[in-house]
């Protein structure tokens, strides 16, 4: 009998970039219809559709819509933090180094108005369901890792105090430059503008961080860079 013939490294590397293209494709259609529809009304034909594959391939890889909602969650979250991490700063004084990091986190939402329908959608589904694993605590640290450097060198300068939780800080920034788009009926209600409108977006951005940066000041310390 003829020897049965066994894929090459390039054919399995082929297939293997095929799939990635695949996944991808699959993920940034979810990502559309989770944002727009909400994960009760999303479905997965329309998303199988829109990827240009079967819904049975979509249910190979995600076994449940539940389980592909929660993918495009873990990427997009993950998108966020590794976008963070490798942020520029290092040539900017302490304070324009926080400032741009929690301008950033700003803008990522600002940028891409999916990340706060999705974070909703994410708040109400980790409310009643276990969060299962996901790609956050091993991205996370790199973020922590920046902040930390920015903050030493703020320390080190006299630019900021010693005793700031760093966690805290980042889960406040986080709270409070996301919450101009996953909560924006109750913020504009008590601020007195809609957080979401282009002027509104400038001056909640402004707001916010200048808020985070006056929380680690140093006693006496303006915020200008020096």
């Known amino acids: 009998m003829p020897e049965t013939s066994k894929p090459n490294a390039s054919t399995r590397t082929g297939g293997e970039q095929g799939k990635r293209q695949t996944i991808e494709r699959v993920l940034a259609a979810a990502r559309r219809e989770f944002a727009s529809k909400g994960l009760d009304r999303a479905r997965i034909d329309d998303i199988a559709r829109e990827a240009g594959v079967t819904k049975q391939l979509v249910y190979h890889y995600y076994h449940s819509k539940d389980a592909l909602f929660c993918a495009v969650l873990d ?17 900017l004084t302490p304070p324009e180094a926080m400032r741009a990091l929690v301008g950033s986190m700003f803008d990522q939402y600002r940028d891409d108005r999916t990340l706060g329908t999705l974070a909703q959608e994410g708040i109400r589904y980790h409310e009643d369901h276990e969060t299962p694993h996901n790609k956050l605590p091993d991205v996370a640290p790199a973020l922590l890792s920046k902040l930390e450097g920015i903050f030493a060198n703020g320390v080190a300068r006299g630019d900021f105090r010693s005793d700031v939780d760093l966690r805290l800080f980042l889960a406040t920034s986080a709270l409070l430059t996301s919450g101009a788009f996953t ?39 303006d915020g200008v860079g020096r």
């Open 75 to 91: 990427q997009a979250s993950a998108d966020v933090l590794a976008g963070l991490s490798t942020l520029a700063v290092e040539h």
């Open 183 to 221: 909560n924006r009926y109750l913020l504009s209600i008590m601020a007195g503008f809609d957080t979401t409108s282009p002027e509104g977006v400038v001056q909640w951005r402004n707001y916010a961080i200048e808020f985070m940066l006056s929380s680690v000041l140093s006693s006496g310390h």
